[in-house]
C-alpha cells in the first residue's frame, strides 16, 4: 500500500487511435502476474461481457 492510502494495482497502458489508454487490470494482491497477463491480452468486447456477467 502506498503512503497516501492506494494500493497497488496492475494497469495497462497502450495506444488506440494517437491517444494513451490506460485499463485497470485488477489489485496486486488479489490478481496475480498470470491472471493480469490474461486479461491484457483478451478483447476488451470480452472484459466487458465478462463483467456485465460476474457483476461488477
Same mark, same amino acid.
Given at each position: %500500500? ?12 497502450? !495506444?488506440? @487511435? ?7 487490470? @485488477? ?7 498470470? &491472471?493480469?497477463? &490474461? !486479461?491484457?491480452? %483478451?478483447?476488451? =468486447?470480452?472484459? =466487458?461481457?465478462? &463483467? ?5
Amino acid at each position: %500500500m502506498h503512503s497516501n492510502g492506494s494500493k497497488y494495482c496492475w494497469r495497462f497502458k497502450y !495506444r488506440f @487511435g494517437g491517444k494513451e489508454k490506460l485499463l485497470f487490470l @485488477g489489485i496486486y494482491s488479489d490478481v496475480s502476474l498470470a &491472471q493480469a497477463r &490474461q !486479461r491484457a491480452t %483478451m478483447p476488451a =468486447s470480452y472484459s =466487458s461481457k465478462k &463483467q456485465r456477467i460476474a457483476g461488477n
